[in-house]
């Protein structure tokens, strides 16, 4: 059974999003985001709105009263610092903070699922509706975790969707298990000792050890996305002195991401790069530490629930493409995914649409209608 989205329901969205996309604040800081979905939610009568969760996050509950099972959707608040270049008029207002990877759209779409529940509340169990933080620094779910207020929380099924430049308009994209890839950040400081640049065997320069982590943590990678085993170890920064020519540098410090497509394979990843580390530390006699930021969990995605999504999808006669192999690029759903049984999946913003986290990058308001009668769909064959 089609759900419509009638014409002004579609536009007051649209006008939302607009509003969002031309706001933008970055992680930690969505206070505005946050003030602005909170006062849609209400007009749109939830059971209760739970705010100030994990931060700035909000939960949406639609209760139906009755005994039944629970469902989660959740949407992103966070934008990223990125200059856009667009020049339409919904553009950020934000000198170097934008929209550019679709939470606008997504935070509109659980909107507009509200919306709909707002006149027709679940006929058993609940429907949550999650606005995560700071979804781009890989913190906001562990901290919608750490908060008390989500301990009651705790749902049969949690569902999200992230919008994918270069498929099909409104195409439905699924996969079984990892859905995208664990990813996680290592900053890596080494301290020697600065000299004379004349005299630097009377200090210890850490250009040699720099150069052995790099080459050796190559080794690890393996960058074939259709094996199993898929590594991948990329420099993201390195820094080493200072650009003064008497001086032989004391102090160096490289930072990487790895990838794999599961926890497990993650695991041996991170020990054997450690191994590389300390290997370094010891040919070199020079200190050497670590400490690991922004770890994303893979998308672990549960068989049943993907099946619910491509059942609903059918039923909404919508075009599904079922992807072989995980997307390498990380998202914070992961933790959800590893606790709870559900499934992130992708609808197509059209094969032309900038990429993602590119400053011409906008959320394309054609798939918002797909969006919310998928999600209402799965919500209606989960409650029945």
Known sequence: MELMIN?????????????LHANPEVSKKEYNTANSVAKFLKSCTPSKVIENIGGTGIVAIF???????????????????????????????????????????????????????????????????LFQPAEEEGEGAKTIFADSKFEDLKPDYIFAFHNLPGYPLNQIIVKNDSFTAAVKS???????????????????????????ILQESEKLSNNDPNREDFTLITPI??????????????????????????????????????????????????????SWTQEFYANQNDGEAVAIIKESAKSL??????????????????????NFKGAMFGI????????????????????????????????????S
């Open 63 to 129: 209760d139906s009263e009755k005994p039944g099972k629970s469902v989660m959707f959740r949407a992103e608040l966070d934008a990223l610092p990125i200059q856009e270049t667009n020049t339409f008029k919904h553009a950020s207002t934000i000198k170097g903070v934008s929209h550019k990877c679709g939470h606008d759209g997504h935070t509109t779409v659980l909107l507009g699922l509200a919306r709909l529940l707002s006149d027709q509340k679940p006929k058993t169990g609940k429907i949550f509706l």
């Open 237 to 290: 920064h390195i820094e080493m002195g200072e650009i003064a020519y008497g001086i032989s540098a004391g102090y160096g410090e490289i930072r990487l991401t790895i990838r794999t497509w599961n926890e497990n394979t993650m695991k041996k990843l991170t020990a054997d790069l450690i191994k590389c580390i300390e290997k370094a530390s010891e040919n070199h006699q020079m200190p050497i530490t670590y």
């Open 317 to 338: 006669s919508f075009d599904i493409f079922e992807r072989k192999f995980p997307f390498k690029w990380g998202e914070d759903f992961g933790l959800f995914t590893q």
């Open 186 to 212: 290592i900053i890596i400081k080494i301290n020697g000792k600065t000299a004379h640049a004349a005299e630097p065997e009377n200090g210890l320069n850490p250009a040699l050890a720099i150069a052995e």
């Open 7 to 19: 014409k002004e329901l579609k536009e007051e969205l649209i006008t939302f999003r607009k509003m």
């Open 348 to 383: 197509g913003s059209g094969e032309k649409s900038p990429a993602l986290h590119n400053p011409d990058y906008d959320f394309p308001d054609e798939i918002l209608p797909t969006a919310i009668q998928l999600f209402h769909q799965i919500s209606l064959r989960i409650l």
